[in-house]
């Protein structure tokens, strides 16, 4: 079996949804594929998406990305739409819990982010004021760190496994993965861009195999021993697809980005 990965599909906009189908993603019924988030905020834009993906692939795996949690002039609040999103995968057939395929365990891993993850200091704050998720996303009461509390929902898959394993995330885990603010025509994505307790847990769990998206910038490199992958839909190519593992294969060789 070959896992591929693949994120922020968008497929609220059209043009996506039209660049989805004309890739077909013909010829694996065999393999799985791990969408890292941001497929639509619309339940049922999301639903069509991942039970079309569903059909092509013998398993699919999926986390929320911030769209999936807007909630825009409902009554819910962000973590009810996060629990009737995990429904809406369940009856589409998509796994949003660990699973072993192909000798190896996909593990999804909740995420989101935290402005503690601008180590460097220098996201620009001014820059957050047209930010969705401050409008369309609301959180309970209750939660005062959004992060931590979908970290606490991780815990009970944050452990050795028997075999290698590839672990997944909407969000950003290291702040090494996101350009210093000079590179970035968005200068405050490092504030909303991810936390560090992602990177915690993936070292507890110590895969061979990161992926995760959020940013829109594509990265396939190594760092301390983890092959962290991020690989956002494109609608103009015509394999939109990134290969992350094989049976039978430790790892695969990966090109490195900046």
């Not at 990305?65 to 609040?77: F, K, M, S, T």
């Not at 839909?233 to 394999?239: G, L, M, N």
């Amino acid at each position: 079996m070959r896992i591929y990965a693949i994120s922020d599909l968008h497929t609220d906009f059209r043009e996506n949804r039209a660049a989805l189908e004309r890739a077909g993603l013909a010829g694996h019924r065999d393999d799985a594929l791990i969408v890292a988030g941001d497929v639509a905020d619309n339940e049922a834009v999301l639903r069509d998406t991942l039970e079309w993906l569903a059909g092509r692939f013998a398993e699919v795996f999926f986390v929320p990305g911030n769209h999936e949690l807007w909630v825009r002039g409902e009554q819910r609040d962000s973590m009810e739409k996060f629990r009737s999103v995990l429904r809406v995968c369940d009856q589409a057939g998509v796994r949003t819990e660990p699973a072993r395929v192909g000798g190896a365990w996909v593990v999804p891993l909740f995420s989101w982010y935290h402005e503690e993850f601008d180590v460097r200091g220098e996201a620009v704050e001014e820059e957050l004021e047209a930010w969705s998720d401050r409008y369309f996303c609301k959180w309970p009461p209750a939660i005062r760190r959004v992060d931590e509390a979908f970290l606490r929902m991780n815990e009970p898959r944050v452990h050795a496994y028997d075999a290698p394993v590839i672990t997944f995330s909407h969000f950003v885990p290291r702040p090494d993965l996101v350009p210093s603010v000079h590179r970035l025509s968005f200068k405050g994505l490092a504030l909303v861009a991810g936390s560090a307790g992602i990177e915690a847990q993936i070292r507890r769990i110590q895969p061979r195999v990161h992926v995760f998206g959020h940013t829109h910038i594509p990265s396939d490199q190594v760092i301390d021993g983890v092959r962290y992958v991020q690989n956002y839909f494109v609608r103009t190519s015509p394999d939109p697809l990134k290969l992350v593992w094989t049976s039978g294969e430790a790892e695969l060789a990966a090109p490195m980005f900046c």
